[in-house]
Every structure is written in structure tokens, then in C-alpha cells.
């Protein structure tokens, strides 16, 4: 038994490794593009509920988002929709 050689494919177990190699890049990849999704989705979103009443530093975060949600042609609220998309990545 221990003087059987194993006839095993080299290439596959190659192809296997690159593989393996690739669909952990590909997860990495959809992990900093998902990241870097939410940071635009945060930034373009609409703003809060009743965020004209706000008293501190929000107001002038609030404010923008408002402004960039009256874009015209609905324009902000597709781009919205898009970053929203589950399968996009």
C-alpha cells in the first residue's frame, strides 16, 4: 500500500488551486465594492424625517441631501435605486 504511487492529475489539482485563489479575490472584491456602495448610498440619500427640525451639525448634512434629492429628472432617485440593486456585484 505505502509503495502504491498515486495517479492523481497534477493539472487538476492546479486548476482546483487557481480556483480557490480566484473565488477569494472575487469575495474580496465584492466585500470593498459593497463598502464602497453604502459610502455613496450614505452620501446621496434622501434625507431624514423631519431633519428641517434639526438643532446641531446634522441640519447642514440634511440640507445637502435634500438638495441633491430635488435633482431634476428623478435623476438622484435612479442612481439610488441602482446602488441598491442585490446583484449588482
Known amino acids: 500500500m505505502i509503495r502504491e504511487k498515486v495517479t492523481g492529475d497534477g493539472k487538476q489539482l492546479c486548476i482546483k488551486a487557481y480556483e480557490e485563489i480566484l473565488l477569494e479575490r472575487r469575495r474580496n472584491e465584492r466585500e470593498q465594492l459593497n463598502k464602497k456602495r453604502f459610502m455613496m448610498y450614505e452620501k446621496n440619500r434622501p434625507p431624514a424625517e423631519k431633519w428641517y427640525e434639526l438643532k446641531d ?3 447642514t448634512k440634511e440640507l445637502y441631501r435634500n438638495r441633491v434629492a430635488l435633482k431634476p429628472n428623478n435623476s438622484n432617485k ?7 440593486d442585490p446583484f449588482l456585484y
Do not use: A, D, S
Not at 435612479?78 to 441598491?84: C, H
Open 57 to 59: 451639525q446634522e441640519f
Open 78 to 84: 435612479n442612481f439610488l435605486n441602482t446602488l441598491q
